[in-house]
């Protein structure tokens, strides 16, 4: 080990934060750089499938709520694109990324959204799954990203309370109202476990993240603790629990569950989801018709800077 | 409060609430199609406030009408001949050019028209219209900002808005029209006379056309019907999206 490589061990042993400027293997800087653009894009791809009901949401207040979820969560695309820019890639090189298929984003963002309840199964699951996640990245070994975690998961709890009760004022509603709740919650529940990524056994990245304690805990654990905190809102709803596998297990202290379907996740990890191109295709569409506004931006600006300086000289 | 004022009050109540429900609709249709994330963010932004404006005109209209009805009735179960808001707010998104137009002709108006109202002898009028002025500023100074990029920016973005400009100029006139339900608010200290602030109104966005080197339209036409629910073929599209999932499920909580 050179000296630096120490010296970077070190901090990581004793929990010390690796800073932008601080020395750090090329791998660590890939690796974080890697799960970041991925969260940062996740983020402004979710905006998508719950922007999808902004306009048909069924109250004022719900669309007021849901307004300022989907508002929050480009909020966080953009904090987070910020502290990958202090790894040394710009947010222009993410987004080409992005649209070339070169980087990925959560591939929960692929299922399509079909009724109303599925905004409050987003929020309640979706979300209630990336809080999980998050609070465990809070202690993450890379500065920037530890700080945008505590910042993001202040917001991330309100997002999932509003899922919560939008679900559950309609399983407390009418049948068909039930019924919505029970088939959103059914569509989502698998593919929120699936978020946590594959088995630890099969997850390629893992091993080298947790030594480099980029992760915090592995993809079984979260899961689990996931699967945990779900069963008694489920409960509390009134709904059917997807997985008739459910058991409480005594003697581990938690939920045994039945076999998640890893074929489906890669497949629609693969481009096979309901949403990957329209996903994609949505945001390239946007970019583009956005040129003719960017460009504008850049020539009249250059027209002030211009004048500017005639203006002194 | 007289019947005959306590009835236009909440005839007024309510086409302010429909303006601003319109308008929120509209801009809300921008999130996640923006030119970059930070518009994303403040379309959503703009979008809450009207909705939330929206929200507190309705609250107020219910109370008047006491008849059961809440906000939500107001907004999702009327249709398009019932409605009143103006003509201009329920034009389709547009382009970014055409968005920002509409945006800062409206947002002109409410900040004109809402200082007068902040004093009106109605208090829960003035409260949202006090209210709803500190938004309103920044709202005139976003849409402002982006007519004076796009109108003196680069040729296409020149001629974009100058586009918008034009066609959304005839929408502008019966903003200022005045009928009796709303000159006898005024009469009485409540309402708004809007056809007194027609000239100011001119004024501050011929200035800002001007400078965003945009010819300022001449008045050769004009579009009336808004106040009366004689509206485009646009509303109704827009309504039938916004009110179809609480509309499928009578009488439901949401
Ligand atoms: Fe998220
Ligand atoms: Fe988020
Ligand atoms: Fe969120």
Redesign the pocket.
């Known amino acids: 080990m050179t000296p630096e490589e120490q010296n970077f061990m070190r901090k990581i042993n004793a929990e010390e934060k690796i800073e932008p400027k601080d020395w750090m293997p090329d791998a660590y800087r890939k690796n974080v750089t890697r799960q970041m653009s991925q969260h940062a894009h996740s983020?402004v791809i979710?905006m998508q499938p719950e922007g999808n009901w902004i306009t048909r949401a069924p109250s004022l207040r719900r669309k007021v709520v849901l307004l300022s979820?989907v508002q929050?969560?480009a909020g966080?695309g953009l904090y987070l694109y910020s502290a990958c820019e202090t790894l040394g890639i710009s947010r222009a090189e993410m987004i080409e990324a992005l649209q070339k298929g070169t980087a990925k984003y959560a591939s929960i963002f692929n299922y399509p959204t079909l009724t109303w309840g599925d905004v409050g199964a987003i929020?309640w699951l979706?979300?209630g799954a990336?809080i999980v996640n998050q609070v465990s990245l809070q202690r993450t070994s890379y500065g920037p990203y530890a700080r945008g975690m505590i910042r993001?998961c202040k917001?991330?709890s309100f997002?999932?309370r509003q899922g919560y009760e939008a679900l559950l004022v309609l399983a407390q509603g009418s049948p068909e109202q039930k019924q919505m709740a029970q088939d959103s919650l059914n569509r989502f529940y698998w593919p929120a476990l699936m978020m946590f990524g594959p088995h630890d056994s099969e997850s390629a990245h893992s091993a080298k993240s947790m030594e480099w304690k980029i992760k915090r805990e592995t993809n079984d654990d979260l899961r689990q603790k996931f699967i945990d905190q779900t069963v008694p809102q489920i409960e509390f709803l009134g709904l059917e629990h997807p997985d008739p596998a459910i058991k409480w297990n005594e003697e581990r202290g938690h939920y045994d569950h039945g076999d998640i379907d890893w074929e489906e996740f890669y497949s629609v990890i693969n481009g096979n989801g309901h949403c990957n191109r329209q996903r994609i295709e949505h945001h390239v569409a946007a970019h583009e018709e956005g040129a003719w506004v960017r460009d504008a931006i850049t020539a009249y600006n250059d027209k002030k800077n211009a004048n500017k300086i005639k203006n002194v000289a | 409060m007289s019947d005959a004022i306590k009835a236009a009050t909440l005839e007024y109540a309510t086409r302010l609430g429909d303006d601003a429900v319109v308008l929120g609709h509209r801009i809300s249709e921008w999130v996640s199609y923006g030119p970059f994330l930070e518009e994303d963010i403040a379309y959503a932004n703009v979008s809450l406030d009207y909705v939330g404006r929206a929200r507190m005109f309705y609250t107020y209209a219910a109370e008047l009408a006491d008849d059961g009805r809440t906000e939500d009735d107001f907004a999702y179960m009327r249709s398009d001949r019932d409605y009143r808001n103006l003509l201009l707010l329920e034009m389709p998104r547009g382009d970014f050019a055409y968005s920002q137009v509409r945006q800062l002709l409206a947002d002109v108006y409410y900040s004109l028209v809402l200082p007068e109202l902040a004093k009106s002898k109605d208090e829960r009028l003035a409260a949202v219209a006090a209210k709803a002025v500190k938004e309103t500023k920044y709202h005139v100074r976003r849409s402002r900002d982006w007519v004076h990029r796009l109108g003196d920016g680069t040729e296409e973005s020149h001629k974009r808005t100058q586009k918008a400009v034009d066609q959304l100029w005839g929408y502008t006139h019966e903003m200022f029209d005045m009928d009796e339900t709303e000159q006898l608010l005024a009469d009485n200290g409540i309402g708004v006379d809007v056809s007194k602030l027609r000239d100011q109104w001119h004024k501050e966005v011929s200035a800002i056309l001007t400078e965003a080197t945009i010819t300022v339209p001449e008045d050769s036409w004009a579009v009336r019907g808004g106040r009366t629910g004689y509206h485009t073929e646009n509303l109704g599209h827009m309504l039938t999206q916004m009110q179809i999932v609480h509309r499928s499920h009578p009488g439901c909580q949401w």
């Open positions: 983020e979710g979820k929050d969560e966080h929020g979706v979300d990336a993001i917001e991330e997002h999932q």
